[in-house]
Nanobody, 118 residues
Framework: VQLQASGGGLVQAGGSLRLSCTTSGNIFSIVSMGWYRQTPGKQRELVATATSGGSTTYADSVKGRFTISRDIAKNTAYLQMDSLKPEDTAVYYC?????????????WGQGTLVTVSS
């Protein structure tokens, strides 16, 4: 199983980016797909998640600016990031959680760098 995150890059403050997370291999019974981010010296933090039941969760710092969506048929997740701020600069990681036959699994992508210039 592999997760491939893409869409990062350099953008000016106020701009937008759209991240994509595609999966390859068999992931059974996905519970949620989401995005986390990390900056040097800090812990990885939740940005947004979307469950297979349709609920979403956002970090307070991105509410109203970021939107997570999923293509369930393709096991793909997206993160639309608008009104970007310099403090959004980080490596963004795709995350998938599954529960199959009573076993919980967590998968991580390799990360994609988002840099927001002021």
């Amino acid at each position: 199983v592999q997760l491939q995150a893409s869409g990062g890059g350099l953008v000016q403050a106020g701009g937008s980016l759209r991240l994509s997370c595609t999966t390859s291999g068999n992931i059974f019974s996905i519970v949620s797909m989401g995005w986390y981010r990390q900056t040097p010296g800090k812990q990885r933090e939740l940005v947004a998640t979307a469950t297979s039941g349709g609920s979403t969760t956002y970090a307070d710092s991105v509410k109203g600016r970021f939107t997570i969506s999923r293509d369930i048929a393709k096991n793909t997740a997206y993160l639309q990031m608008d009104s970007l701020k310099p403090e959004d600069t980080a490596v963004y990681y795709c995350n998938v959680r599954s529960r199959y036959r009573g076993i919980d699994r967590t998968y991580w992508g390799q990360g994609t760098l988002v840099t927001v210039s002021s």
